[in-house]
Nanobody
Framework: QVQLVESGGGSVQAGGSLRLSCAAS????????MGWFRQVPGKEREAVAS???????TYGYSVKGRVTVSKDNAKNTMYLQMNNLKPEDGGVYYC????????????????WGQGTQVTVST
């Protein structure tokens, strides 16, 4: 059974940093594509970053240059390092995975975590 558990969210001031983690179980993450998405109430889920089976990252336009996605296959964990955070980066951050599809479209992913809240204050 595939399970994704996010952690590392919290409150930070603008300009600060956070590192999110997504611990995966039920599969080995070097066989799956994985991604990070975020959502605020009333808006659609927005792509933040994805990483394919070979570790090649792709980033959403709004975060490019400020975030780094990576994964540790030995720990079956994906990370999202976020720097120079802005208030508009706030939201619930979700980890996603799929065995077949990759990329920045939420509909590509068949498995989702429960999310972790990120709040960025001015």
């Amino acid at each position: 059974q595939v399970q994704l558990v996010e952690s590392g969210g919290g409150s930070v001031q603008a300009g600060g940093s956070l590192r999110l983690s997504c611990a995966a179980s039920g599969f080995t993450n070097n066989n799956y594509c994985m991604g990070w998405f975020r959502q605020v109430p009333g808006k659609e889920r927005e792509a933040v970053a994805s990483i394919d089976r070979h570790g090649v990252p792709t980033y959403g336009y709004s975060v490019k240059g400020r975030v780094t996605v990576s994964k540790d296959n030995a720990k079956n964990t994906m990370y999202l390092q976020m720097n120079n955070l802005k208030p508009e980066d706030g939201g619930v951050y979700y980890c996603a995975a799929d065995k077949v599809f990759c990329g920045l479209y939420a509909s590509n992913y068949g498995y989702w975590g429960q999310g972790t809240q990120v709040t960025v204050s001015t």
